[in-house]
């Protein structure tokens, strides 16, 4: 479904404005990527006191997310010629999701910001969606300020963890879960016919998460552009949980990592064990393909699911803010097992 932004917009002489913001096109994929890493590094250099190499250390967001969504990207571009910002928004079904959202630093506080935010709340406003949620810098009144405009209220602090993964393992590191039962495939091996069914027992599972909660467009997209993969882990027949994973390459995941985008086990059948069983098959499946770290999203608000990464001897790089507009109470349960990235 598409929104209703792309008008070129009069000002009161009947003159278009020198920035715009329209839809991005096939064309623009490359210089998207570049204006959102320079943003960001000039951003970080200002936060840490020295630029880094590479933004997100090799981290893509913009081709596979637009391929995904390409009706929920935008640019502005000045006299028709110059993209000088851009935002990037997805929808999984009912939940929206904005970002990376980055203005040229020389153009910045001049409401051009602002205006890719509305555009893509547009969007998420023509699909319907009943939560619009995204991932900020606590320490910055400008993005809070920013947020805040829009109707974001902060809901609290989500971490990326990691671990390097050693060939011998860690002393005091809990056993690793032999006798679960459980079995896991890949989404990628299932014949086509079979993957449709897959995808509406992940649905189940994300519904009873959270309420018209869909992941299907990010395994499918993990799948077609061969990013990474989806480990399915079954106990008999029935679909215990998922972990959508990134590979190093053209994807979410920075070089030498693999990275999960989102990771789930069932409510009505998590245990702690079951999420252990996971975080070992994630840390083969690292050695297997040669990466030596992996990494994990995790909302504190899932204090279980925290705990766990923490007994399993990950360590939180850093920390971001979770915002959320729309539906107003939280639905998350602090026992549920899930790990999710909103950025
Ligand atoms: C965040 C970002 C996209 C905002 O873009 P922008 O074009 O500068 O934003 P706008 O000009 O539309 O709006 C900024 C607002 O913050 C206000 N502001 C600026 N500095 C502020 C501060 N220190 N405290 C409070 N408000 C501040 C501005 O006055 C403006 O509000 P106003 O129009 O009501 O006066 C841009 O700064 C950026 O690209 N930053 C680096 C990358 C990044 O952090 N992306 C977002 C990650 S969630």
Known sequence: MRATVDRPGLDSQGRAPKVQIRRVRKGDLSKVRDVIEQTFGDFLERQLGTRPRQAFGGAQYVHHRWLMEPWGCFVAEEDQSKIVGAAVGVTWGSLGLIGPVAVLTNYQNQTIGQQLVRAVLEFFDENKTSLQGCVTYPTSPKHLYLYHKFGYKPKGLMAIVSRAIE??????????????????RRFSTLEEAKKKAALGRVHRITNAICRGLDLAKEIEIVDGLALGDTLLVERGRDLVGFAIFHTPGVSEAPAGALYVKFLAIDPHQRR??????????????????????????VYLHYWVAYSTLVKCAYQVDFTMVRMQRGKLEDYEDPTHLVLDDWR
């Open 272 to 297: 702690v064990e079951y999420l252990e069983h996971f975080v070992a098959l994630l840390e083969d499946l690292a050695h297997e393909i040669g990466v030596q770290r992996v990494i994990l999203p």
């Open 167 to 184: 060939r011998t393992p860690m002393k005091g590191l809990p056993p690793r879960p032999t006798k679960t039962g459980l079995t896991a």
